[in-house]
């Protein structure tokens, strides 16, 4: 969803040329007007009774985050989403503006997206007050009623609330004429939604600005004697440890708050498969088995002891990983003139030292982060080696090596020269369809197969391997 910070941000939709110009022809048009948090409500309820996905791209968070988010939406409810990095927070937070209707009306030209029936801004009331039903109308998408901040140590109040404008106090007006303030991003997003990331870390002082937004409604610009009652919804997130630090945020602000929601990695490696697919922008094929590993493999990350657990493993891991294994495979296919660039197995040892900058270990482990990610890529190797293939004859992948015969792979091996050395395999057509390959796969996906059930041999102590060169030797 894209961000907005206010109408005079250029409108990334255009109404038709049917819907009501002025206040006359709306009012004619029966056209009657909804708070943001009644659009919601409404339009919650009207996915929820027909079955319609309400968060669509969320996933793994059916039975335990959406039940409270939509119990917080239907109330009303301003609320926090809590959860550690990667799990989907900001995701979920951009998701609830398209539950905002799809158009509304607002006075045209006004700034902070006025109401035509019941205008806020001394502009808009004075125009009203002289135009009346000839109020010139225009209207607003959804997409450009969501507003996102992140919270920074130099956000001021100027940047939420307002300011005075030193631009127009030098055009002529007064300092105590309310049309020179310049309005911070939560009125522009009035009567839309207002999304604040990492909400502790913004300056406790700067926190104490929110709090007639959240409780009275309404906007206080420094001396100002002016009352701006807001129409809009506001969400934050936070992670846990800063949550719940003494004064990270004030009191008095989370009490403002309907709710806080707790977030939370997905528990199920089917979800995690799913998110992989859905994220990754790959540029080769990635097979299901390897998404498995990738997705066994944050799971231990996010349960090993060697890994700061206060920090998390976030989504971005594995998403990052997955793009990785398929950028190998793509350069093996440029560099070796491999006609069917699909990753193997021995695409995700060079990629995951890259990867390391996105996890914190723990401090007793500092020189070991590349064997513990070795490790647990070994651990995840082997569990979906026997979850996939657990049972299947594979004696046609063992018989040659007890003659001492040895195969090479490697990320410059092309699958037709992996291929090459095993001939015909008995069983290859089981592994394939084990593995969520059809009958007409390519040589990249076969030959991935093939690569992931002889590291399946290996690490279940069937058969030897050496890296050789900088090439891993099956058998031998």
């Keep these: 969803m894209s961000q907005s910070t206010g109408s005079n941000q250029a409108p990334a939709h255009t109404p038709s040329a049917e819907r009501p110009r002025t206040l006359g022809q709306l009012k004619a048009a029966g056209h009657s007007t909804r708070t943001v948090k009644e659009e919601i409500r409404g339009n919650l309820l009207d996915r929820l009774r027909s079955g319609e996905q309400a968060f669509p791209g969320i996933v793994g968070f059916d039975g335990s985050v959406l039940p409270e988010l939509e119990a917080a939406l239907l109330a009303g409810h301003d609320f926090v989403l809590l959860g550690e990095r990667g799990q989907g927070k900001t995701r979920l937070m ?194 299901t088995h390897l998404l498995e590993v990738v997705a066994r493999m944050t799971r231990g990350l996010r349960e090993s002891s060697s890994v700061d657990q206060r920090s998390g493993v976030s989504a971005r891991f594995a998403i990052a990983a997955v793009e990785g294994i398929a950028a190998s495979a793509l350069r093996r296919s440029a560099r070796t003139g491999d006609a069917d660039p699909v990753a193997r197995i021995c695409d995700l040892p060079p990629v995951l030292p890259t990867l390391l900058g996105k996890i914190e270990f723990e401090m007793g482990e500092e020189g070991r982060e590349a064997a513990v990610l070795d490790h647990l890529l070994k651990m995840a190797v082997a569990e979906t080696f026997r979850e996939r293939l657990g049972g299947l004859d594979l004696s046609g992948f063992t018989a040659p090596f007890a003659d001492g015969t040895v195969v090479e792979t490697g990320d410059l091996v092309t699958a037709e020269e992996l291929l090459g050395q095993f001939g015909t395999v008995p069983g290859l057509a089981r592994v394939l369809e084990r593995l969520d390959s059809s009958d007409a796969a390519n040589r990249g996906e076969v030959a991935a197969a093939v690569e992931f059930v002889l590291e ?19 058998g031998g």
């Design 94 to 287: 951009r998701t609830v503006g398209g539950l905002l209707d799809e158009w509304i009306p607002v006075v045209e030209g006004c700034e902070i997206n006025d109401d035509p029936y019941d205008p806020i801004c001394v502009r808009c009331r004075r125009l009203a007050a002289e135009v009346g039903d000839d109020l010139p109308i225009g209207w607003l998408h959804r997409e450009d009623r969501y507003t996102e901040k992140l919270a920074t140590p130099d956000t001021s109040v100027g940047d939420l609330i307002g300011d005075v404008d030193p631009v127009k106090v030098a055009e002529g007006r007064t300092l105590g004429d309310p049309e020179t303030i310049h309005y911070g991003l939560v009125p522009r997003t009035n009567r839309g939604l207002f999304g604040l990331n990492e909400l502790p870390d913004l300056a406790e002082r700067i926190q104490v600005a929110l709090f007639n937004v959240l409780e009275e409604r309404d906007i206080q610009v420094r001396g100002y004697s002016i009352r701006m009652p807001l129409d809009l919804m506001l969400v934050a997130t936070a992670n846990p440890e800063d949550y719940t630090n003494r004064g990270r945020i004030i009191t008095p602000l989370k009490d403002r708050f309907g709710g806080e929601i707790r977030t939370h990695y997905l528990t199920e490696v089917a979800d995690e498969i799913g998110l992989l697919r859905q994220e990754s922008a790959v540029v080769a094929e990635v097979g």
């Design 456 to 474: 399946g041999l290996y690490l279940t102590r069937r058969i030897e391997k050496d890296i050789v060169d900088g090439r891993t030797v099956y």
